[in-house]
């Protein structure tokens, strides 16, 4: 606490009204909705499994709570695993897949299984793709809402807490109705599937707006600069000649004749080749995509 200082790029302070004016913004109740849908999953199953297994397949109490804390441990682990992917091939198809898989387990659990080994593997892979959506959703918010991060992180924590609620009411209700869990489990995994449509029906208005400029703000660099080295680092010099040349910041320099964008190895999607003078300069994308 006593060498804590605010970033330098920090922005002004705001009055309490003007962070409530991003509620009149479409895309953070969209973002509100994807986070209750995985962290909600996430955290009411955190809440429901003890129960889950005690109930359907006689386990002891200590048992099933070693089968919940297994479940959660995993979903737990792999949320940063989940911002790790969204940087490298886009937070949106990140969260399209976790919500397709999340959908598919979470519809089979609702069936139930005879095995309980079979069922707590079932649980297992719905929370880890549900704890990798937690992550994938983080990847996204900052790239919309850089400047009301603060607001737009309780928001959206708030989200996914109401939905954790819900879920796990949701399969007390199910249960007291209908002797089972199966309808409460069907409806999360419909919810799911409508954040799936939901996040396909916003993905190209994103892409063609904030998400175009989510991948150029790499500090310290503007449109039109071409890089040149100074002491062993690469950083923006006169124009060039090439509009756009250096839209993307550096990531290696290459020896004539070799590109890294041949290399199977290089994943990043946007590879332009720069002016060169003598050995070849490549300039390749490093910031984040919402792709």
Known sequence: MVFAKDAPTAPPAKAF????QVLKDKDAWWFMFFYSVTFGGFSGLAS???IYFNSEYGLSPVTAGYFT???????SMVRPLGGVIADRIGGIKTLSLMYTLATLF??????????????????????LALGTGNGAVFQLVPQRFRKEIGVMTGLVG????????????????SRQLTGSYQ???????ALGAAALVGLASVKGRWRTTWGRRGWR????????????????RWRPARSASSPGASTFSIRRRTRTGSSPCSN??????????????GPAIFLIATGSSPD
């Open 264 to 277: 199977g190895a290089w994943s990043l999607p946007k590879c332009r080749r720069g002016p060169s003078r």
């Open 69 to 75: 804390a297994a479940c959660v441990f995993a979903g």
């Open 106 to 127: 979470l519809f089979i659990a609702s069936f139930g299984m005879q095995s309980y080994v079979v069922a707590l593997a079932v649980f297992v892979l719905a929370m």
């Open 17 to 20: 009204g003007e962070y409530l």
């Open 183 to 189: 309808l409460g489990l069907m409806i999360f995994a």
């Open 48 to 50: 429901s499994l003890t």
């Open 217 to 232: 703000s790499s500090p310290g660099w503007r449109a039109g600069s071409t890089p040149r080295r100074t002491t062993g």
């Open 158 to 173: 708030m989200a996914g807490g109401i939905g954790g609620f819900y879920l796990a009411s949701s399969l007390g209700y």
